[in-house]
Each structure stands twice: as C-alpha cells, then as structure tokens.
C-alpha cells in the first residue's frame, strides 16, 4: 500500500514534534485504515503528506569516505534498505549515516569510523523513521556511536521499532535512546564506552525514550 507521513504541530519534548510513518490499508468511507497503532498526538495542524518512497535500496561491500563536512551517506524516505559490508568514514562533525524517515531498514556488518578532532555520531536513525536493525557492526571514535528518536527541524518524528543487535563499539560514546524513540531493543552488543574520546558522553546508554528493552551488553 501507499506509505503516508502523518504529522502535527503537537510536541512530545522541547519542541520535537509529531510525525510518523505508516502504510495505508485501505480505505473505508472518510476513513484510512493504516498499518498499525498511531502513537503520537494529531490535533494542532495535524497534516498527511501522501509520498513514493524509492524502494530496494542495497549497497554492498563498498567503501564510502564523507566529504570535509556533511554525512558520509544521508537517507532520507526509502524503503526496504539494505547496507551489508559497507566501511563508512567520517571526516567531519556530522553523523557518518543518517537514517530520517525510512521504512524497513537492515543495517549489518559494516565498519563506521569517525577520523575528525570534533568526535560526531557513528549512526542516527531520526525523524519518523521505523523497522531498523543495525547488527554486527563496528562504530569506532564516535561522540554518540548510534542516536535514536532525535533530530531538529520541523516534524522531526517518532522512530518506532529500532533493534541494534551484536555491534562492537570501541572508544566511543553512548548510544542514546531519545526522547523521540519508541520500541528499541538494545542487545548483545560489545560497549567501551567509557573511555570516550570526549568527556561529553559519560553514560553508554542513555534512555529517554519509551518501551526500551536493553539486555545482555
């Protein structure tokens, strides 16, 4: 079915607004049937955005370099991706890969290394992004190695359904769970955290979110 983006002027902490991502099921008189329980609030300037998502999006076994600033790799409204054996280098103060407002997303065995003085984030999967696994990757010298359920910018979103899995993170900081995120499990994963590369990120997880499940780290 057709993938809507529902979103409002509502807030759910220090102006991070409402908006998520789901899947029309059919429609039924003046109503939308969409493909599971909405969870954010809709009543200020509630809008839906009706949008085609690029689809089958794979990359394999590739080396990606960021340019002296911006992301190493920035996707923004795809569907079914796929990221397996990719090395992904950052070189400025900005997320080595950006996830915003995906749907269905597989994040496994890749390499994110930051190499700049100014420590930024290995991953962020932020705005109304949903269904994301990242597993048996390596984050290595990032400030936060993965951030969920955050960004800035109007609609910035609810990301629901994140699992990060069997990942080694080595001199890094936390992974944050904010206050945007919804649904993540964190487990199995290998975490020096505390030797962060900045005095910034003290905590190895950080949860701000709800329905959190964090288990054997």
């Known amino acids: 079915g057709q993938l809507v ?7 759910l902490a220090s102006g991070h607004q409402y908006a998520e991502i789901h899947r029309v099921e059919g429609v039924s008189g003046n109503n939308i049937l969409l493909d599971g329980t909405i969870l954010g609030t809709y009543t200020t300037s509630p809008v839906l955005y009706r949008y085609t998502s690029v689809t089958n999006f794979r990359m394999e076994d ?3 370099t960021a340019p002296s600033v911006g992301y190493a790799i920035d996707l923004q409204f795809l569907e ?3 990221l397996r054996n990719v090395t992904i280098i950052g070189t400025a103060a900005a997320e ?3 996830i915003g407002s995906c749907y269905d997303v597989v994040i496994d065995s890749c390499t994110v290394r930051q190499k700049t ?6 991953i962020i999967v932020c705005d109304a992004s949903r269904d994301v696994t990242i597993s048996r990757c390596t984050i290595e ?4 190695a993965i951030e969920i359920g955050d960004d800035y910018g109007t609609y910035e979103g609810i990301c629901r359904n994140t699992t990060v899995s069997d990942c080694h993170l080595i001199w890094c900081g936390q992974i944050e769970i904010a206050a945007g995120a919804r649904f993540v499990s964190v487990d199995g994963n290998s975490m020096e955290c505390d030797i962060s590369p ?3 990120s003290t905590t190895a997880i950080l949860i701000g979110g709800a329905d959190v499940k964090v288990s054997n780290n």
Request: charged fraction near 20%.
């Open 5 to 11: 983006l529902l979103a409002s002027s509502d807030t």
């Open 62 to 64: 590739v080396t990606i």
């Open 80 to 82: 079914k991706v796929r």
């Open 96 to 98: 080595s890969l950006r």
């Open 117 to 122: 003085t100014t420590e930024a984030c290995g």
């Open 141 to 144: 010298r990032a400030l936060q």
């Open 198 to 200: 900045s005095v910034a």
